[in-house]
DNA sequence: TCAAAAGTGTTCGGCTTACACCCATGA
DNA sequence: TCATGGGTGTAAGCCGAACACTTTTGA
């Protein structure tokens, strides 16, 4: 069918266009639970389901561009560090037009971004990761393949974001850890292996109001 | 600057569309070494250079459906194994219009897909992974890229997709391993790690014309 | 003072690495 | 027969998993 030949494999100038959008799974912890930034949608198709927030590439922007503007419109949130999940391309998932999106995620603290949004109170909201409901079109596939994707890198390399505070516990840290994987890690063997990264530096400070007068780290 | 607010992270009917392509690292093995495909260009921009076989993705096609689309055109290649590996947005990475990609890579047999193409003999032709010339576009970086996810997803799984003929000796796989991971193997070890995983079976049969005459394995 | 949490070391088993000899086959 | 490559086992080091007691602190 195609009109592009064998050699024709630039794209020609009067190629299909189509809209690209951009999702983002913003993974938050907070009391000591991993958490997911969910919206809910005002307008039809899936009017009132809770989607992750996205929305279409413009022209001139990059799609980490993108990301940012739209996660800066509904949040505040800012600067943040992304990692692309992957693209979805199913011709039916979006029911009125064709979309391709392609999906990121990102890790911030819930408390640096307070979700006030400015006007619609109701429709922005952190969830547990055991409880996001039915989300609209197949973002609840896009959050799986995040999730995963995310528990792979923590477990490869000591990549935690803006998860944590700037100055943290090993004990927190660890709580973050199996909140993210699902499991749950022996203290001594985490410490030593966390440790022996060398990633982190002790500050020589305790953390007040807990016993035991844990010590404080930071990130290299 | 966007029209968007905070609750309209849908896609709205009328946002900007943008080309969609796709480009893939077809790999190969043959003379006992990685080899990629690649496609001369015969129109601007970046005519006469050689980049990865690719094209824009077609109304009603999926992405992977594009790419078999685009490599059936080229080589007869057909039914194989795709992995998406990244998506690159930099608005100037086309010089002429926008144009998102999406690249894969595939594993394919050179013997079961002679590029003899149609029409064009000069302009389609498998590269040594060390031999690559600079490519057009930014396929360079596409190239290395995919290279880094294969090595990532062979250390990890046995997966050699059609690289290897259906039957096979283990010393034909290592060296297959050896190519794609650009290190030598220990003989011994990799049998035992190999055969251990339990993917591959014997077949009583032994490589004719072969010294020493190694048993034939293939995939379960 | 006591309860709760932090901090620390050792042992075991499995996996990876290194390494050398005998056997089968084609020439 | 001989040269080439195929096939196998064992010992050492490394990494991850399991596990108990002492110290510090807040209440």
Redesign the interface.
Known sequence: ??K??????????D???????VECCVFGFQDNVLKILL?????E?FKDYW?L????????????ESIE??LS??TGIRKIALE?V??Y???ER?P?????S?SYYALVKPEDYPVI????IS??MWFEIGDVPELGFDHNRLLTDSLSKLRDNLRQNLVFGELLPDLFTLKELQELYENILGERLDRRNFRKKILQMGLLVPTNEKKAGVKGGPELYKKK
């Open positions: 069918m195609s592009i030949g064998p050699l024709d494999t630039a794209v020609s100038l190629s299909y266009e189509c809209t690209i959008a919206v809910k949608r005002s307008i198709p989607v927030p996205g929305g279409a590439m413009n022209e001139g922007k990059t799609l980490p503007e739209v419109n509904l692309q992957a693209c391309s199913n011709v979006h009125i037009k064709r979309v391709v392609v949004p400015k006007n619609y429709d922005i």
